[in-house]
């Protein structure tokens, strides 16, 4: 425990133009890939893609690091339930000395149609209690947000958002991950202005 703690410390004292992105969802077993767990199935496609590996931390998060585009980042995926996630973000944030203009969210929206990605650095919640905690925590509104759309549910939305895709959206799912991934790199590349006259479309008629 001694050294898993020294180990980080040294981290976080070398965490000079570090970047963090952060993947929101619920944890557990009952909530994998879930629509409200987008957030978390894309940074896990993302970490595959550049072979960052997670593990746990004393901050209410998994956490993988390594540099992508040149840049340092952390990856994290909250320990905390979706409504509390700016606990988490807010601690890491604090650890590692990372400023909020550093962050980039990825986290579901309601009012996208599923298939199309909107890049925002700054903003309302949108609905989003992930979002609206770290706004909270944090106290200011302006960093990155990459939003996937899931649609707009017909009925009960806690319900919706809670459930799990369905067949003829699952089998577009690698797919559209792998484009929010490649919005990511471009942000952390290029600036959230550039990824944002990119990516914020409709991508469905191009993965059906």
């Known amino acids: 425990m001694r050294l898993f703690r020294r180990r980080e410390t040294e981290e976080a004292d070398n965490a000079e133009g570090l970047h963090m992105v952060v993947g929101l969802g619920n944890p557990g077993a009952k909530y994998e890939h879930t629509r409200h767990n987008i957030g978390f199935v894309v940074i896990e496609r993302f970490a595959e893609r550049h072979s960052l590996v997670f593990k746990g931390s004393k901050h209410h998060a998994d956490i993988a690091r390594g540099t992508v585009a040149g840049k340092p980042v952390v990856l994290a995926m909250p ?13 890491l944030l604090s650890y590692y000395k990372v400023p909020p203009a550093n962050l980039l969210v990825v986290c579901d929206d309601l009012d996208l149609p599923f298939g199309r990605l909107r890049i925002r650095t700054e903003g309302s919640s949108g609905g989003n209690g992930g979002l609206k905690s770290i706004i909270q ?56 202005e550039v990824a944002m006259n990119r990516f914020n479309r409709d991508w469905l008629s191009e993965l059906s």
Do not use: K, W
Not at 79 to 91: C, D, L, P
Not at 148 to 155: F, H, L, Q, S
Not at 164 to 192: H, K, Y
């Open 79 to 91: 320990f905390t339930f979706m409504n509390e996630s700016g606990f988490a973000v807010h601690r």
């Open 137 to 192: 925590e944090l106290g200011t509104d302006r960093f990155v947000r990459l939003r996937v759309g899931i649609d707009r549910p017909t009925g009960p939305g806690r319900v919706y958002v809670l459930q799990r895709f369905p067949p003829e959206q699952e089998r577009v799912l690698t797919a559209l991950s792998n484009i929010a991934c490649d919005a990511i790199e471009t942000i952390l590349s290029e600036g959230a």
